[in-house]
Each structure stands twice: as C-alpha cells, then as structure tokens.
C-alpha cells in the first residue's frame, strides 16, 4: 500500500508533466489601473462549463489571481475550451482539462499542450479545498497556460504551489460524475467528455 507521501507525490506528478509542457513567452504586463477596473467586472463574472453530465458553474478569484481570471475568461471567450475534454480524472483527488490537444481523438499527446504562452503564478492563501479551480502547469511556476483542475477533494499539499483562481459555485455533482468514468492507465477516460465554457459578465 501507498504510503501518503507516494500518493502526493504522484499526484503531483500529474500535474507537473502533464500542463504547459510545450509552452513558451510570458503575457505583456497590463497598467495598474487596467488590473483594478479588471479585477472589479471580474468579481461578478461567471463561467459555466458544459458536459454530457451537466453543467459547473465557476466563480472567480480575482482579487487574489487577476492575471489568471482574465486568462481564462479571454480563452472561454473565444471558445479556446470549447471542444476539448476533461482528459485526466483522479477519484479522490480532481478532473483536469483544458488541452486544445484533446480536441484531437488521439490521446498521445493529451495533456502535454496550451495556448501557446505561459502566465506568471498567482500563489495565494486560497487552499485547495472540494471545488476549488486551480490551473495546472508544469516544473516551473510560471508556466500555466490554459489547462486547469478542479479538486474532488481537499488537497491542502497543493496550497501555495499552484494558482488558486476560483470555486464551483455549482455543479459539484457533476464534477463526482465525470471523476468517476472509466479511464484507461494515464487516468484519460475511455470515453470523451468534451465541454463548451460559456461567460457570464457581471452587472
């Protein structure tokens, strides 16, 4: 039997080699005051992910992780997520997604792709509790891209190591449901479970 520091460290493992991989360039800076009137619509945006099973229903952190936020928000708007897949489900620990790789049916190099720039981390003291949304990335902090997971359970030796940028608001029914599917040997699930993510501004 695993011991507990195996576990983590295999979890972690999945993370690390398996988002932002192929990524390069970092995102301009944006003026301070461009961050604050960002950071303020953001507080009352929404994002709704659409499955199979049901919809999720995000909201965002952005007064911790404004940089991530608008990064996702600016790629579910052009419908970067739509069409890719939850390509990794732990039980007992969380569902990744957000390859544009996964749009692809060959699952040889699910996991390994991203928009094409990284983003600098966010840590934070938000903790990786049930229904926390926090971006994947690989060895090197700065390297999320686009992939993101959501935690099925807490999963505190996640905390201050990778950007915490939201919580399910609702839908969390839906996230047990696609944890559990059958997966093949890299935890990809034998059938696809694609999304579209859809954005709701603030008022």
Known sequence: MKTARGIFALMLG?????AACTQSGTTPSKPAGT?????????????????????????????VAPGHVKNF?????????????FHRVIPG?????????????????HGMGGPGYSIKAEFNERP?????LSMARS?????????????VKDSSFLDRQYTVFGEVESGMEVA?????QPKDGNDNPNERIEMK?????GQ
Do not use: W
């Open 14 to 18: 999945f993370l690390l080699c398996a």
């Open 73 to 85: 928000v600016d790629l579910a708007k052009k419908g970067f997520y739509d069409g890719t897949t």
């Open 197 to 201: 993510v859809k954005i709701v501004e």
């Open 176 to 180: 047990d449901k696609i944890v559990s």
């Open 128 to 132: 990786h509790k049930r229904g926390t």
């Open 35 to 63: 961050i604050k009137e960002e950071k303020k619509k953001m507080s009352t945006t929404k994002a709704i992910i659409e499955t199979k099973f049901g919809n999720i229903t995000l909201i965002f952190f952005a007064d």
């Open 93 to 109: 620990f969380m569902i990744q997604g957000g390859d544009p790789n996964s749009k692809n049916a060959d699952k040889r190099m």
């Open 139 to 151: 060895a090197s902090p700065d390297s999320a891209g686009s992939q993101f997971f959501i935690c």
